[in-house]
């Protein structure tokens, strides 16, 4: 049978695991703070076309003539923060207007990846991390944000807490 470890052996063990322990902690914050960092970009970008098509929203209900209308033009901001245009010809047009003046108004990627943060959502590249897609089901035009792993973030939660700015 092995010998018991002496009591300095055993001290010097825990001072060597609490030091290790200390120091992955302090990576692991460091790291989460980088990320929180880099997707505030993305956050700020989805955010900045959710304002824009919630003015249009506001427009289309504004000029809406029947119940009808606005009950359509509602729905569609209720269940995914989306704009319903008149047809799907004006979505088509809507969609493209908005992604060209969204990136002449941020011309650099958030994330600074190469490439404009504004997509359309039809061509949408395989790398598609820090976008925000813009595009239209029929005459719904919508926006999806993708996070900087390319995950589509969550319209409703991006909408309710703003991110602080726009970094780059």
Known sequence: MAERPSASARLRFAWILGIVIIVYGALAIALSVHVIDQQSGARADLYVALQTLDQLHREALSQAT?????????????????????????ARHVAGTLISRLNQEYPTNACSRSGPSFVAASALPAQHACMVAIGGKGNVVQATGYDTQGIAMDNFYEYLYAPVGRSG
């Not at 209308?69 to 047809?87: D, K, L, P, V, Y």
């Open 66 to 90: 029947s119940a009808q209308e606005r009950q359509t033009i509602e729905t569609a901001w209720r269940n995914e923060r989306a704009f319903a245009a008149a047809s799907s010809q004006q």
